[in-house]
């Protein structure tokens, strides 16, 4: 029989404990929710990826809330723990270092254990990589599938690249900077030519953005160092808006791909 539990709110006294899944900034660190400020100054503790990383916007908004650690290597074995906890009674917040929880995050082993527990698990959301690329990308947004990092192996990063050639839904993708010219190449290779939407330093000063196919943004990127966080929309096989036609719109004097640059405070 599955529980059921209904959403409870901070300070209620008939309550055990609760999970609160919190959305952190990705970047801009005012791109967070009154509701999300609230529950992370009312938390009796903060379970977060990266206790420096999260000391920060703590900081920034003067909350004194401890903190705990808890990231993939030490996942597994902390997540009952942090739950003996909330069984006693006490509300922990669940954050990552930017953005929702459990989205290529560590948190989904604490949120299925809490929910097998009995324990109210509540989200609060807020920042996304995911939806904000997403919403400015310009690609079909009615069905997308998200893959996240591909492997960092170049033979296996192909093999789930082959998988994923024939999807029709926009493809959502996350890379590390480094590798980001690889795994263009092997996009290239083996889904074709495709529209493509990189978005770089998402929300942050140096926010990038550039569009065209994939060959013209190898090229693009050959004569530069990628740096900061990255993600990536790719056209689905039968998606790809400018299908049958070769032109891309160019902005500055780059030829090929359209770069839009925005530097703004963080």
């Known amino acids: ?21 919190v959305a952190t900034p990705i970047g801009n660190l005012e791109d967070i929710t009154l509701r999300a400020l609230r529950v992370l100054k009312e938390a009796d503790l903060i379970a977060a990826e990266d ?12 909350i004194t809330t401890p903190l705990t650690s ?14 003996a906890q909330m069984q ?20 989904y082993r604490l949120v299925r254990g809490a929910a097998e527990a009995g324990i109210a698990v509540v989200p609060i959301p807020g920042p996304s990589t995911l939806t904000a690329l997403l919403s400015v990308g310009g690609l079909p947004t009615d069905r997308f599938a998200f893959a996240g990092f591909l492997p960092a192996k170049g033979s296996q990063r192909r093999k789930a690249l082959s ?27 083996l889904c074709g030519d495709r529209q493509v939407v990189i978005g770089r330093e998402l929300t942050k000063m140096f926010e990038e953005m550039l569009r065209g196919r994939v060959s013209e943004l190898r090229a693009l990127l050959q004569e530069r160092e990628v740096k900061g966080e990255v993600a990536l929309l790719v056209a689905g096989r039968s998606g790809d808006p400018l299908a049958g036609s070769r032109r891309t719109s160019a902005q500055g004097d780059r030829p090929g791909g359209q770069r839009t640059a925005r530097h703004h405070q963080a």
């Not at 206790?51 to 003067?62: P, Q």
């Not at 999807?167 to 996009?187: K, Y």
């Open 70 to 83: 808890y990231y993939d290597q030490i996942e597994a074995r902390k997540a009952p723990a942090l739950i």
């Open 163 to 189: 998988h994923l050639k024939q999807e029709e839904r926009t493809l959502v993708l996350f890379e590390s900077p480094r590798r980001l010219l690889d795994l263009l190449a092997d996009l290239e290779e």
């Open 51 to 62: 206790t420096r990383h999260t000391r920060k916007l703590l900081s920034h908004y003067g």
């Open 1 to 21: 029989m599955t529980a059921i539990s209904a959403t409870r709110a901070i300070g209620a006294a008939d309550v055990a404990g609760v999970l609160y899944v």
């Open 88 to 107: 006693a009674g006490k509300t922990i917040a669940l954050v990552s270092d930017a953005g929702t929880p459990g989205i290529a995050d560590p948190g």
